[in-house]
């Protein structure tokens, strides 16, 4: 999937720090086996992510969707010593690929996977969070977000993938089309949210960064 021409795609991976080698196995791995291996962060994201949370440098991270575990491995390189990416994903069928590749990466002791629905198992989780990366069902993007944000300390962020949705946002949407919808209300939601600074920044399908300042 090419959100840029090619060429500018090559030259911007060109330019952005190389995949370890176990995020390159792991990447091949999800298109050769993975249905919709798309939805894989990918090398130039996967590093933005790494470099978001090595910016944070938080003790705890929530990841709403975890996919084959590519975006968690990111997310956990940034972590404190001691810190956790507490990652929660619906399809049980993916977790061994998942335990596989954390363990493979050397992050057992900093990834923590739930299996089930996350709007379940958000509540029930006591920890306060530094960092939130949502990338999950897009119906469900705005209740992701007011679960999570009461968990997140002053200062914190909370980041969403895919909030320009291959360009669907800037166009005119189809009656059946609840995704664009749900995506479009995210935004709209978060620009409007006082508690949070906010900036949508165009890297592959758009990532929205809020930051919690109340």
């Keep these: 999937m090419n959100f840029l021409p090619e060429q500018l795609e090559k030259y911007v991976d060109a330019h952005t720090g190389e995949e370890p080698e176990i995020l390159k196995k792991l990447n091949r791995e999800t298109y050769a086996k993975v249905l919709m291996p798309q939805m894989l962060s990918g090398h130039v994201q996967g590093r933005f992510l790494k470099m978001i949370s090595c910016m944070v440098n938080p003790i705890q991270i929530l990841e709403v969707g975890t996919f084959t575990g590519y975006s968690s491995i990111c997310l956990a390189e940034g972590l404190k010593e001691g810190g956790m990416v507490h990652t929660i994903d619906i399809n049980e069928e993916l977790h061994p690929m998942v335990v ?97 600074e906010k900036v949508l920044v165009p890297i592959r399908d758009g990532l929205m960064i809020a930051r919690k300042i109340t």
């Design 100 to 196: 596989k590749f954390i363990k493979e990466a050397g992050m057992e002791g900093k990834i923590k996977t739930y299996i089930g629905n996350a709007l379940s198992i958000i509540p029930t989780l006591e920890q306060t969070f530094d960092l939130v990366f949502i990338d999950a069902d897009k119906i469900n993007y705005s209740k992701y977000y007011e679960l999570a944000i009461g968990k997140v300390r002053t200062g914190g962020f909370i980041v969403a993938d895919n909030v320009l949705w291959s360009g669907k946002v800037a166009e005119p949407i189809a009656k059946a089309d609840n995704d664009t919808k749900a995506i479009m209300a995210y935004n709209d939601m978060v620009m409007a949210d006082p508690r949070v």
